[in-house]
């Protein structure tokens, strides 16, 4: 089981970046999918989920209109579109199988002018 993520860089408040995690070995579109965020010094927050069908997807309160999960099964990758960047959404940001106890080795948003 794997999941590698990338897309994560530097870029100016209000700017915008899409992730990216690449899953393999087990059958991707069977689980629900997270995206995490921990920023220094805090703990690691939920930021998304979508569902193994991509249907449904719920968001905390400080990315909600700003961030959007969506997944491709057939690709096995889940994806997070992040808009309208602020200097707090800085953190390293993890994809997440709960199901089976897997976290991607994070990929760093930086937002600073």
């Known amino acids: 089981v794997q999941l590698v993520e990338s897309g994560g860089g530097l870029v100016q408040p209000g700017g915008s970046l899409r992730l990216s995690c690449v899953a393999s070995?087990?059958?991707?579109?069977?689980?629900?999918m997270y995206w995490y965020r921990q920023a220094p010094g805090r703990e690691r927050d939920l930021v998304a989920s979508i569902t193994g069908s991509g249907l449904s997807t719920d968001y905390a309160d400080s990315v909600k209109g700003r961030f959007t999960i969506s997944r491709d099964n057939v690709k096995n990758t889940l994806y997070l579109q992040m808009n309208s960047l602020k200097p707090e959404d800085t953190a390293v940001y993890y994809c997440?199988?709960?199901?089976?106890?897997?976290w991607g080795q994070g990929t760093q948003v930086t937002v600073s002018s």
């Open positions: 997440h199988n709960s199901h089976l106890r897997k």
């Open positions: 070995g087990f059958t991707f579109s069977g689980y629900p």
